[in-house]
């Protein structure tokens, strides 16, 4: 629940700069000190910087549009995300700033530009009124908004269906709706609330969160993760960390796989998990975990697992790894896929 106390503790020891940051980044002007300071707090949260880049990217695009308030007043007025039309309205938003660009005909594809445009939408809302939306930085990080709304009892509606494209949208403005009410049960300024959960419930829950550097389990399982060259947090570095599709039954401490699509058509490293599984209502394959760790390893393609003994028998091998991605892989042949690359890996038990 809410301390008040520490609450009050906490604005005394540098809280307050943290609510005037926010107050001057999202009132009248943006800024590239506010972008930054973003960016920082977000580290302290997420391990994968590139997703704390694409939001520092965001709001230095929003500090460049907020000159021109009338503009921004006038795509607000588009946001009334809070009714179930929001999927027909952001279509329209999309259209209405990317004239270059094909209308989005499918719903899913819909939800996926929604994710990359939310921090600088969201942004923008919170810009027109405040008193109604939160900027939204927790891409990929749904796991530890839920975090902090267990921590501070905030009850969550239940993340819709994964089809249902259209509510997952229409998810972000119950978040605000919510966390709204819980900002003025507590009487918190709007730049109150927006220090609150990027800052000071971060710091309550920062045992929570998970970290490369945490101690993992001996892994149970082996999943594959996919994506490929394009994605911005691709990266085979050892200090990587990366937020991907997993399976639902994934756990930290299991090993997963990397295949990358086309062109590549190759599995190039091992990861392991850090997080839980969990659902994320703006991401659109729906159930992810946070990896680290890779591991390069001698390049598998897709054509070697087509001629090799135990590969080829495999359903994934014989549908060409189409929807791959959260699909575990038989002990055996993990443990065939490390025998025949060289690779010192955790092993799977069985």
Request: glycine share 6%; net charge negative.
């Amino acid at each position: 629940m809410f301390d008040h106390n520490d609450w009050i503790g906490y604005l005394s020891s540098g809280g307050e700069e943290t609510v005037r940051l926010f107050q001057a980044g999202l009132s009248g002007t943006g800024s590239i000190t506010f972008a930054r300071k973003i960016r920082e707090l977000h580290r302290a949260y997420c391990p994968c910087r590139p997703l704390g880049n694409a939001v520092h990217d965001a709001l230095l695009t929003f500090a460049d549009d907020a000159v021109d308030a009338a503009r921004l007043a006038e795509l607000g007025q588009m946001g009334a995300i809070d009714n179930p039309s929001m999927a027909d309205r952001y279509r329209q938003i999309y259209q209405a700033t990317r004239p270059d660009r094909d209308a989005l005909q499918s719903d899913a594809l819909l939800l996926a530009a929604f994710e990359e445009d939310l921090p600088y939408l969201s942004t923008v809302l919170a810009f027109v009124a405040p008193d109604v939306f939160i900027p939204y930085y927790f891409i990929r990080c749904f796991n530890v908004l839920t975090r902090i709304a267990d921590t501070f009892g905030i009850s969550l509606p239940p993340v819709p269906e994964k089809k249902s494209y259209g509510q997952r949208i229409s998810y972000y403005g119950e978040l605000c709706r919510l966390f709204q009410l819980f900002r003025r049960e507590n009487g918190l300024t709007p730049f109150e609330l927006d220090a609150f959960l990027y800052d000071y419930a971060i710091r309550k829950i920062a045992s929570w969160l998970p970290k490369p550097e945490m101690p993992l389990p001996h892994p149970k399982s082996a999943y594959f993760i996919t994506t490929d060259r394009s994605d911005c947090q691709y990266s085979e570095k050892p200090d990587a960390a990366a937020l991907w599709p997993c399976s639902p039954e994934a756990g930290p401490g299991d090993d997963a796989i990397l295949y990358l699509r086309a062109p590549d058509k190759a599995i190039t490293s091992i990861w392991r998990c850090l997080s839980e599984p969990f659902r994320d209502p703006f991401s659109p394959a729906y159930y992810y975990a946070c990896v680290a760790h890779p591991v390069k390893i001698k390049t598998v393609s897709l054509r070697w697992m087509q001629k090799d003994a135990l590969f080829r028998q495999d359903p994934l091998v014989r549908g060409n790894m189409q929807y791959a991605g959260g699909v575990s892989l038989p002990p055996e042949l993990f443990h065939h896929l490390l025998a025949m690359t060289g690779t010192e890996f955790p092993g799977l038990d069985g």
